[in-house]
């Protein structure tokens, strides 16, 4: 059974950085596609950035381009989302998600597993 836990959400002034980490387990992930979103109170949950387990090919969307870094340790089986430059409009609950299949996939309808969330908030 596929876990994620995720973690490192907390308040920050705008112009901050957080770091969020994704703990997967429960099976290998060599041929995975690790995704985060986020919700903000009352939106849909949009695409941040994914990363293939396999190769570290990532892909962002256009708000987060520039400003945040997803990354992964294959050893430790974590998924990282490193966040700077924070805006008041990043705050949201952050999810960790995961599909099999080596894809740029930005539709969280395709992904099968996530994590329970974690919040980002910034204060401008």
């Known amino acids: 059974q596929v876990q994620l836990v995720e973690s490192g959400g907390g308040w920050v002034q705008s112009g901050g950085s957080l770091r969020l980490s994704c703990v997967a387990s429960?099976?290998?992930?060599?041929?995975?596609?690790m995704g985060w979103f986020r919700q903000a109170p009352g939106k849909e949950r949009e695409f941040v950035a994914n990363?293939?387990?396999?190769?570290?090919?990532?892909y962002y969307a256009d708000p987060v381009k520039g400003r945040f870094s997803i990354s992964r340790d294959t050893a430790k089986n974590i998924v990282y989302l490193q966040m700077n430059i924070l805006k008041p409009e990043d705050t949201a609950v952050y999810y960790c998600?995961?599909?099999?299949?080596?894809?740029?996939?930005?539709?969280?309808?395709?992904?099968?597993?996530w994590g329970q969330g974690t919040q980002v908030t910034v204060s401008s």
């Open positions: 998600a995961a599909r099999p299949g080596r894809a740029e996939i930005v539709d969280a309808r395709a992904y099968d597993y």
């Open positions: 429960g099976r290998t992930f060599s041929y995975y596609t």
């Open positions: 990363i293939l387990w396999s190769g570290g090919s990532t």
